[in-house]
């Protein structure tokens, strides 16, 4: 199944560890640690196993720091090729970006345009003003909500390819060109401009194109039955080893205290099942309301829809990531609508119709 299913709940609950999977007696390698703001683990079947699930922690360590918007070093305000490339467009407003981020960015714009911004990554202004970068939580005044907003603006950013040398900003025609090459080709990177004043974070879409690049690698090194854990994102390669699907627990959202509390669960095989929702991060104001940290670009307050959380499977992580974030913030009714407007799958597959969508088998919205 690949798709958009929208819950009102969150996904994840496996339990995987080094030891001998009995059904097919092969052992699983684990490699557990803490990137992108978040706990992961990748787990990793077969002979090859261990290398591929090192290979693998390499690669998102690396993305952490490629993708990172905070300057957790001081060093990073002398910016090296090997540092922060967000880092660095936040601190400059413009700069030279590999293919990584130039391809999160076309992406990320594409889907803010499918919006009508309910997804835009220059909403980073907000999220520090409510501490959720910092972790020093506060209900920011009216005056300076109003203030930030002035610089959230996803079409204020602009992409120029340094082979075309055209500046604008990226198109649908432009993402199918960028999902079917993930971004990793020599000839992908740009210069890219801000806004004045403009801070952007893909810390919506980063955790989604870094599963999908460890799940690549380890494919690569002959891996044929792998699950790799990055918080509310799980990405499967393949099926278990005896052949079955990975089963992948929906937590029920409405119980912020009971991580094992199910509202279901998904049997897939080779695809991302990715979740946002209200209690991955949160505080509670002085009178008992609970702020999370899921905001609206449009009001700079958290999104009120009604929605509790967001899960979002597909063969498209990175897509998948960013639209959990979207679709949790257009609400039931404009999730729905987007999955009728856009289809299911890759950003590519653009030219479907309603009527294509609804006797499509492979795709499911369940409200």
């Keep these: 199944m690949v798709g958009l299913l929208v819950f009102l709940c ?16 092969v052992a699983a390698h684990e ?56 880092l660095y467009l936040n601190q400059h407003e413009s700069g030279q970006v590999g293919p990584e981020v130039t391809y999160m960015l076309e992406l990320a714009n594409t889907i803010s345009e499918r919006t009508d911004g309910a997804y835009d990554v220059t909403v980073a202004p907000l999220v520090e003003l409510w501490g959720f970068t910092s972790g020093n939580y506060r209900v920011p005044s009216p005056e300076e909500i109003t203030e930030a907003l002035e610089k959230v603006d996803y079409s204020q950013i ?40 403009q801070r952007i974070g893909l810390g919506s879409i980063a955790k989604g194109y870094a599963s999908a690049a460890a799940s690549d690698l380890v494919r690569s090194q002959g891996i044929e039955s792998a699950i790799l854990s990055l918080g509310g994102n799980i990405q499967c390669v393949g099926t278990k080893p005896d052949g079955s699907l990975w089963k992948v627990g929906v937590r029920d959202p409405r119980d912020r205290n009971d991580q094992s509390k199910l509202m279901g669960t998904l049997m897939v095989s080779d ?97």
């Design 10 to 25: 969150l996904a994840i609950g496996l339990v995987v560890g080094i030891r001998k999977n009995k059904a097919a007696d």
């Design 31 to 86: 490699e557990s640690f803490f990137a992108m703001d978040t706990y992961m683990t990748v787990t990793c079947y077969g002979r090859d196993g261990q290398e591929a699930a090192v290979a693998a922690r390499n690669e998102l360590e690396r993305l952490d720091q490629l993708l990172s918007a905070v300057d957790s070093d001081s060093s990073l305000k002398n910016y090296s090729s090997d540092k922060s490339e967000i």
């Design 158 to 197: 602009k992409i120029e390819s340094l082979n075309s040398g055209q500046i604008g900003e990226a198109d649908d025609a432009d993402a199918d060109s960028v999902t079917e090459n993930h971004g990793t080709g020599d000839d992908a990177a740009s210069y890219v401009f801000l806004g004045e004043g």
């Design 271 to 367: 695809l991302a099942v990715i979740t946002s929702g209200t209690y991955e991060r949160y505080f509670e104001g002085q009178d008992g309301r609970i702020f999370h940290h899921i905001l609206d670009p449009k009001t700079g307050y958290p999104a009120e829809n009604g929605m509790l959380s967001v899960t979002i499977v597909s063969q498209d992580a990175a897509m998948a990531d960013a639209l959990s974030t979207a679709c949790f913030v257009l609400g039931p009714e404009g999730a729905v609508q987007y999955w009728r407007n856009f289809g299911c799958g890759s950003l590519s597959d653009n030219s479907q119709t309603d009527k294509d969508n609804e006797d499509n088998d492979d795709c499911e919205d369940t409200p």
